[in-house]
């Protein structure tokens, strides 16, 4: 049997809080679950009150209350960077409104996907993020009627979920269209994993440019989002009777293959062939030569998408189709083709 001591303090309440900063448990209730009704300085009060205090809210209690796990499902075909950039966004925005989110990988399973949608009806969480679908070959197990969900960084073809995301054909035109203005018309297009939804629309925005230019799409070659992938697709491009003397690469890690294997034979970038990333992640900056790309705002897209999901939950009014836009970043690896 212990024995509290007069040195033992009992715990922190959400009334002590309240009574120490002078304001409502109410107000201090709303700044714990519903920050975004608050003035940020009235948050900052009460965040630092709770931690000096030492207040522990009670959130299973305070969730069961109010018919909800304060839970969001993140639902990501694959554990990239690409995709752990989304998610920073997702869980900056999830922390400021009060929500845990859990990140959950389907390696691009339909089925896999479908039973995530299925424990989120079954009350385990309270909505999904989903960032870029599985594309769905077989019926899925989710017969029921779809709980609240986002589609992140594209639509979801077919079930017309509300959506944060960015136009992949537009943005792929855009970076062949960068390529062209150079001088180059022998350009290769290095695509990324085949179930992927927008490998096939970066591929499409390749197709739509080239031939608004009137030039040939015969160098398109299929890959995987790796290093690995570019680099065996760039093999086989310079292997080529006449090789390209540009390359459209799906991803920013698909481009650093391609320039592995440019180095290979000796040739230089972009002196020999230019190399067009996809991205913008934090390796186009960081390798050497620093990746020309295309910009996708990955984190912001994340943060609107949880806000928009919140939205939803809390019936509140919401844009259905948020359009985010893309640009070109202009760096080491893209220049005019050799003349001669």
Excluded: W
């Amino acid at each position: 049997m212990s024995i509290q001591t007069s040195t033992q303090r009992r715990p922190a309440t959400i009334k002590d809080v309240a009574r120490e900063l002078e304001i409502s448990v109410a107000t201090v209730s709303r700044a714990l679950s519903k920050p975004h009704l608050l003035r940020p300085a009235t948050v900052a009060r009460v965040r630092e009150a709770v931690a000096r205090l030492g207040y522990r809210p009670n959130l299973v209690a305070q969730n069961l209350k109010l018919g909800s796990t304060g839970i969001i499902y993140v639902v990501v075909p694959a554990m990239s960077l690409f995709f752990f950039d989304v998610f920073r966004g997702i869980e900056r925005a999830a922390l400021e409104l009060g929500y845990s989110v859990v990140a959950a990988h389907t390696g691009r399973d339909p089925v896999r996907e479908g039973e995530y949608f299925d424990q989120v009806a079954c009350g385990r969480a309270d909505g999904v993020l989903l960032v870029s679908s599985a594309r769905i070959e077989t019926k899925p197990p989710h017969l029921h009627q779809f709980p609240p969900t986002v589609a992140v960084l594209e639509a979801d073809e077919g079930r017309e979920f509300p959506a944060v995301r960015v136009d992949h054909v537009a943005a792929a035109a855009m970076a062949t269209d960068h390529l062209i203005a150079l001088g180059h018309t022998r350009i290769a297009h290095i695509g990324g994993n085949a179930h992927a939804p927008m490998a096939e629309h970066r591929r499409n925005g390749f197709f739509r440019a080239m031939a608004a230019a009137g030039l040939s799409a015969e160098y398109c070659v299929p890959g995987e989002f790796s290093p690995e992938a570019g680099q065996v697709a760039m093999e086989g491009l310079l292997a080529l009777p006449v090789p390209p003397t540009a390359v459209f690469a799906s991803s920013d890690e698909i481009a650093v293959g391609a320039i592995r294997a440019i180095r290979a034979v000796g040739l230089k970038v972009p002196e020999d062939i230019s190399v067009m990333g996809y991205e913008d992640q934090r390796l186009s900056r960081i390798y050497d030569p620093q990746i020309t790309t295309v910009h996708v705002p990955t984190f912001d897209l994340g943060y609107q998408a949880m806000v928009k999901l919140r939205q939803i939950l809390a019936r509140e009014p919401f844009d259905h189709d948020a359009l985010l836009p893309t640009h070109v970043v202009q760096r080491a690896t893209t220049a005019a083709p050799k003349k001669g």
